[in-house]
């Protein structure tokens, strides 16, 4: 298994470009979910998904959208990058959807991205 | 409010000698706690976790972590530290019916040779 995948690697945009970060599971995990990592703020969940066809924001929604059109692929789009966007980007993902959330999340190696 | 708190934001060890990262938290009802860590330029990889039963979980390379509910805490542990174990360390919690877990902000574990 390749685990959870992320590309690119790095990235670096011009204010106002849009662009997708691609994440693909092959566990045929239900959940999957986008997290940001910035120094002093820890991570932060812009949004996740409990299947496919379902979606919902966490806690940092704004300017990103995402789609879950298959169970292994959850791709997260900016729409207008902005510098406040910058940050290492995370992808995750878990084989259960229940509630409360007791099981592991596999992590992404990341995506490091600067929006100039 | 679900909560979770690293009140260290860097711990330093000596090689050999024992460590601690610390946790504690903030839910209602039954909580369910994890420790993360995170390598340089790497994504987060699980180490352990308490749902139920046994307060003292065991690990992944050698760590552990109590589960004390009269503190709130669950501290992570090893007896002995090696300088392959300096990263950034998680804990993160999730109660009741929320979908979404609640991350510390990170401890960096610095162990010198």
């Known amino acids: 298994n390749a685990g959870v995948t992320q590309t690119p690697k790095f990235q670096v945009l011009k204010t106002g470009q849009s662009m997708t970060l691609q994440c693909a599971q092959d566990?045929?995990?239900?959940?999957m979910s986008w997290y940001r990592q910035d120094p002093g703020m820890g991570l932060r969940l812009i949004h996740y998904s409990v299947g496919a066809g379902i979606t919902d924001q966490g806690e940092v929604p704004n300017g990103y959208n995402v789609s879950r059109s298959t169970t292994e692929d959850f791709p997260l789009r900016l729409l207008s990058a902005a510098p406040s966007q910058t940050s290492v980007y995370f992808c995750a993902s878990s084989y259960s959807t229940g509630v409360p959330r007791t099981d592991t999340q596999y992590f992404g190696p990341g995506t490091r991205l600067t929006v100039l | 409010a679900q909560s979770v708190a690293q009140p260290e934001d860097q711990v330093n060890v000596a090689e050999g000698n024992p460590l601690t990262v610390k946790c504690t938290y903030s839910v209602s009802g039954n909580p369910y706690l994890f420790w993360y860590v995170q390598y340089p330029n790497r994504g987060l990889q699980f180490l352990l976790k308490y749902i139920t039963g046994d307060n003292l979980v065991k690990g992944s390379y050698g760590f552990e972590a109590e589960f004390n509910k009269s503190q709130t805490s669950f501290h992570l542990k090893k007896p002995s530290a090696l300088v392959s174990d300096s990263a950034l360390y998680f804990c993160?919690?999730?109660?009741?019916?929320?979908?979404?877990?609640?991350w510390g902000l990170g401890t960096s574990l610095a162990v010198n040779p």
């Open positions: 566990m045929n995990h239900e959940y």
């Open positions: 993160a919690v999730n109660a009741g019916n929320n979908r979404k877990l609640i």
